[in-house]
């Protein structure tokens, strides 16, 4: 048996090894990192951390990599560090992928929208000139130049007009400037700045912004222009 | 009034032929413009809108007031129903539009009840197929089609276009307000539109067509869903203006 010094970094491996094979499954719990609080709640919802699922309530906090789903008539606010608030529909779940804290300060915040809507009241939007916030969908990138936008993503959906399409990424922005992007061809880029939207449809670039809510039902007053009787009145 | 239901049997008959009858490539059309064609709307939706406005020239003026509600029954159909109130002060010395040659009357008030029909036809184009009756001073019997489109919905100035057109059975005049409008600007609380705008009517004892025109100018208050349109210009009557409004509320359901 060798007891030089050979067998003792051998030994010594074995151990940082045995170590670093345990490190994944420590690291949620010993690295559990607060990304943000729940601040508004409605209905039920679910919290999926480390592979077990709560039953979040209003003050719960929510961690890295935790996967927040709202059910049926639901809904969720999350606050986080800096006082973005991220509000939840129902029948929504959020990842909240990464979170880079500097200083005190967000550096990045990545959440991944894997169904539903997610309405972002963003207050630091930028640092250093570079984007802090960003959305990922199945299908879309949204990177936040803004602070009041809307995101929402469905699938299975048919609409007019897209053959054969059936997943979406609609994003309506109110303030500020939201850069969105295809996943699958990342190199257009639409600018949607406040009061305009946009829709990325299956693999498609996003479509060129337009003014929110226009093809929806807000329509122009009816018409009062013409005679009631259809008649105008005649001189006797 | 037999041609009438005659032609919408027709064409009853052929949006049933265009669904049912068609097959390979051109279902496959029908299915990419009008997917789950026949499946309720999910959500459902109650919109209740109410309007009004009013309009003068030296002739004539008119107020109007009513509210519409809209039920979903697919993503592309609904059910309208419309309550309507008309007060018409007829100048001095003018006839009874109503029923003409029965000499002049200062005021005409009456209501209009109106259902029927709203479609989808495309995203961004709505038309509203409507009949009804009306009471009071007058006592026609009306149909009404009302078409509002959106074209370039995905730029940053899309355009609509949109028509008011009613038939009256009682004076056999048919009146049509036409209005074309661009989208100037979109804020986060604001949509500002400006056009150009009219009426023509004809019909009855008016031989020639008769109408009016002029430039629009709308605004839209989103957080409140209410909008208001100013119009003014000159026509048979004379220059004119008018005002509308529109105050929409939805009932997701």
């Known amino acids: 048996m060798t007891t030089g010094p050979a067998s003792k970094v051998a030994g010594l491996w074995v151990v940082i090894s045995v170590a670093l094979a345990w490190l994944p499954n420590l690291t949620p719990v010993a690295w559990a990192q607060p990304v943000g609080t729940i601040t508004q709640f409605s209905g039920a919802a679910e919290l999926h ?17 935790d996967q927040l789903t709202t059910l ?25 992928d990464e979170n880079i804290v500097t200083g005190g300060s967000r550096q990045k915040t990545l959440v991944g929208l894997l169904r539903g809507a997610v309405n972002c009241l963003i207050t630091t939007a930028m640092s250093g000139g570079n984007p802090t ?50 996943l699958a061809s990342p190199s257009v880029e639409v600018d949607v700045s406040g009061g305009y939207e946009t829709t990325v449809p299956c693999f498609l670039p996003p479509l060129t912004a337009g003014p929110i809510g226009i093809g929806g039902v807000a329509a122009p007053p009816p018409a009062v222009g013409a005679p009631p009787s259809g008649r105008a009145p005649v001189k006797q | 009034m037999a041609s ?28 990419n413009l009008y997917p789950g064609f026949f499946q309720l709307a999910k959500p459902e939706v109650f919109d209740v809108f109410a309007f009004g406005g009013g309009y003068g020239n030296p002739k004539y003026g008119d107020a109007q007031e009513g509210i519409q509600a809209d039920q979903s029954v697919t993503p592309y159909l609904g059910m309208v129903g419309r309550l309507t109130g008309y007060q018409l002060w007829v100048g001095d010395n003018y006839d009874n539009p109503l029923v003409p040659g029965n000499g002049h009357q200062e005021r005409l008030n009456f209501g209009r009840i109106e259902g029927g029909v709203e479609f989808a036809v495309y995203p961004g184009t709505r038309l509203f197929v409507l009949g009804g009756h009306d009471v009071g001073d007058s006592d026609a019997t009306v149909i009404e089609g009302d078409l509002s489109s959106w074209w370039m919905t995905h730029s940053r100035h899309p355009i609509n276009f949109s028509f008011s057109a009613v038939h009256g059975y009682q004076n056999h005049v048919t009146s049509a307000e036409i209005d074309s409008r661009v989208v100037i600007a979109s804020t986060e609380d604001y ?26 100018l709308g605004v839209y208050f989103r957080k409140w869903g209410f909008g ?26």
């Open chain 2, 191 to 216: 949509l500002f539109t400006a056009g150009v705008g009219g009426a023509i009517y004809q019909g009855g004892e008016i031989g020639n067509a008769q109408g009016q025109g002029g430039v629009d």
């Open chain 1, 133 to 182: 916030f960003q959305i990922n969908t199945p299908n879309a990138q949204v990177g936040v130049r803004g602070t009041d936008f809307e995101t929402s993503y469905i699938e299975s959906t048919a609409r007019p007009g897209y053959e054969g399409c059936q997943r979406y990424t609609d994003v309506v922005v109110r303030k500020g400037v939201v850069v969105v992007t295809n």
């Open chain 2, 4 to 31: 009438v239901v005659q032609r919408a049997v027709i064409a009853g008959v052929l949006l049933v032929v265009c669904v049912v009858g068609p097959s390979g490539s051109a279902r496959a059309q029908w299915q």
């Open chain 1, 72 to 96: 049926t008539d639901s809904s969720a606010t999350v606050t986080l560090a800096d006082n973005s608030t991220l509000s939840l529909s129902q029948l929504t779940t959020l990842v909240f």
């Open chain 2, 228 to 253: 208001l349109d100013a119009q003014s210009g000159y026509g048979t009557a004379d220059g004119y203006g008018q005002l509308g409004f529109i105050k929409q509320w939805d009932f997701p359901e």
């Open chain 1, 49 to 65: 951390r480390s592979g077990q699922i709560q039953n979040p309530a209003l003050g719960t906090p929510v961690e890295l990599h």
